[in-house]
């Protein structure tokens, strides 16, 4: 979808060059993190000798873009073009992308 291709996605709260058109509401991307029990057994044991976990960050990682895939995806669905004020929280169980669905447009 051309929208969602397209979006604009800030941590803050203004596009330069744009201005905003409209608030259309908060929108939200969440990802359950599915660790397994060989990615727990080796985090914990990264975590007991002070290293980090690798395969843990991959997830991680792919749950945050997995997140803001779903984010822009509702942002899109509400007729947005733009989300701003993204936050992302991580935790062992998941990754939360939160932020504004706004529709911009070129000064």
Known sequence: DY???HHMVTTGFQFEG?????YLGIVAGEVV????FLSE?????ADFFGV???????????????AMDKLIKKSAALG???VIGIDIDNNVIGV???GTSV????I
């Open 96 to 98: 939360i992308a939160n």
């Open 18 to 22: 744009y201005e905003i058109v409209s």
């Open 33 to 36: 993190l599915g660790t397994g």
């Open 41 to 45: 057994f080796t985090s914990s044991f």
């Open 80 to 82: 947005g073009n733009a």
């Open 103 to 106: 529709v911009i447009r070129k």
């Open 52 to 66: 980090q976990s690798g395969i843990f960050e991959e997830k991680l990682e792919t749950a945050r873009h997995a």
């Open 3 to 5: 929208r969602e291709k």
